[in-house]
């Protein structure tokens, strides 16, 4: 009798231990990490484009024909060298004759200042002495005639002697007084003199015209001109860059605006140069937002000397560390089942088989994890796919995951995006315009 019983009691183990298997067969099969520390980066990363401190087009002020053309695209200029030469002989001759009129109204009022001064000054002597003459003559006349030795038509004539005399002296004394300094006729030449000067100064302004000339040191980016061409006031014949710091300009979108800090470290990379990555800052960031891209401009100072790689409106992939975290527990951002807002959520965990819902406090988050700031412990279990309904049993399929530390040479992620392993890195150019277009 007792051993009929043991044999039930052993029947009655194994069916439960089957129908325990058969249980275990039917839960479903989820994907699920175990918690562990690891370091924790966000970055941001978009496309820049390369950019002098300021450029500048240069062009003639004066119509006129181009002789020589002195430079070539991607010439070093220095400031004050002469990039284009128009035709000049016209403009020449011109200063030669304003030249040339000065000198002759400088010798007249140096003839005046000397030998006019001299003539006059005698002028003034011979009319006073004729002047006297005539006066004395005058008075002999006028006893003469209260004699009754001469007739008194003869001493109308003497009085005219007198006022031909004095009307001498008057024209000698003005004259003296004109060639004085500041008499009319010196005044009169220096004016003439004054205007000459200017002459040559208008001719030799419009003659440095027929040059244009470097403004400051700077290297040519384009040259729109060519000997033989009639050029014109206002049209561009070259466009430099000037010697500066050389910046990197982005348009980043406003959404990341908050991450972003004057100050912070950037890593860069050109598609065409991927293995020679080099390091620059946040130099600037605009007050304002582009209203029809939605995004802000972001420019770059370079930490050293630019690589001689680098050409004016180059693209450029640009990496920027805006958080790091040392040791945190992370989770993939597809582990979260439900957001009651950016700093708390609810995850699926696996206890005794079952799972189980756990909310959880968040800190830093990055493109594809988030750090978990409460809720769950080192070796605890998450699911990270599927639906199982909490409470039922769950099979799990234990899957290594690490959050990523940086896309990695080459590998530009527009916003929003994840770099994905093994993915190929869009170009730069693609990247931008997914990056700014949204």
């Known amino acids: ?9 052993g029947i009655v183990v194994v069916i439960a231990a089957a129908a325990l298997a058969w249980s275990s067969l039917r839960s479903p099969q989820v994907a699920a990490m175990e918690m562990h520390y690891a370091p924790l980066v966000r970055s941001l990363q978009f496309s820049a484009r390369v950019a002098t401190l300021s450029r500048v087009d240069v062009g003639s002020t004066i119509t006129g024909r181009v002789v020589k053309v002195l430079v070539r695209d991607g010439a070093a200029v220095r400031q004050g060298d002469v990039l ?23 010798a007249r009022l140096a003839g005046l200042r000397s030998t006019g001064r001299t003539s006059a000054r005698a002028a003034v002597m011979q009319a006073d002495a004729t002047l006297r003459a005539a006066q004395a003559e005058l ?38 007084l004109a060639n004085a300094d500041a008499g009319t006729d010196v005044v009169q030449a220096q004016a003439q003199l004054d205007q000459a ?3 040559i100064t208008t001719a030799q302004a419009r003659l440095a015209q027929t040059q244009v000339i470097a403004p400051a040191n700077a290297r040519v980016l384009t040259r729109q001109v ?25 348009q980043v979108d406003e959404r990341f ?26 130099l600037s960031i605009a007050p304002a ?69 756990r909310p959880v406090g968040l800190g830093l988050r990055t493109l594809d994890a988030a750090e978990v700031l409460e809720g769950l412990a080192q070796g605890d279990i998450v699911l990270l796919g599927g639906e199982p309904k909490p409470g039922k049993h769950v ?24 770099a994905v392993p093994g993915a190929r890195a869009p170009d730069a150019g693609a990247a931008m315009t997914n990056a700014i277009g949204r």
Request: charged content about 20%; glycine content about 6%.
């Open 84 to 106: 284009v030469q128009l035709e000049s002989d016209e403009l020449r001759a011109a200063l030669t004759q304003a030249q040339a009129s000065a000198g002759q109204t400088q």
């Open 226 to 250: 060519e000997p033989g061409q009639i050029v014109q006031p206002g049209k561009a014949l070259m466009s430099l860059a000037l010697a500066g710091p050389t910046q990197l300009n982005a």
């Open 257 to 282: 605006l908050e991450q972003l800090q004057t100050g912070q470290n950037a890593s860069v990379v050109a598609d065409a140069f991927a293995g020679q990555r080099f390091t620059a800052r946040v």
């Open 395 to 418: 099979r799990v399929k234990m899957q290594a995951w690490q959050p990523s530390v940086s896309a990695g040479p080459g590998v530009l992620v527009a916003p929003g995006a994840s």
């Open 1 to 9: 009798m007792k051993r009929r019983w043991i044999w039930i009691g």
């Open 197 to 199: 000067r200017a002459a």
């Open 289 to 357: 937002v582009d209203a029809q891209r939605g995004a802000i401009e972001v420019k770059f100072s370079l930490d050293k000397e630019p690589p001689a790689f680098l050409r004016e409106d180059m693209t450029l992939s640009v990496e920027v560390v805006t958080a790091k975290r040392e040791r945190v527990l992370a989770l993939p951002l597809g582990a979260l089942r439900s957001q009651a807002g950016s700093t708390s959520a609810t995850v699926l965990i696996v206890q005794e088989g079952r799972a189980q819902v």
């Open 139 to 176: 008075a002999r006349s006028l006893q003469l005639v209260a004699k009754g030795f001469i007739s008194a038509s003869r001493l109308d004539e003497v009085q005219r002697t007198v006022d031909v005399a004095r009307a001498q002296q008057t024209s000698a004394q003005a004259q003296s």
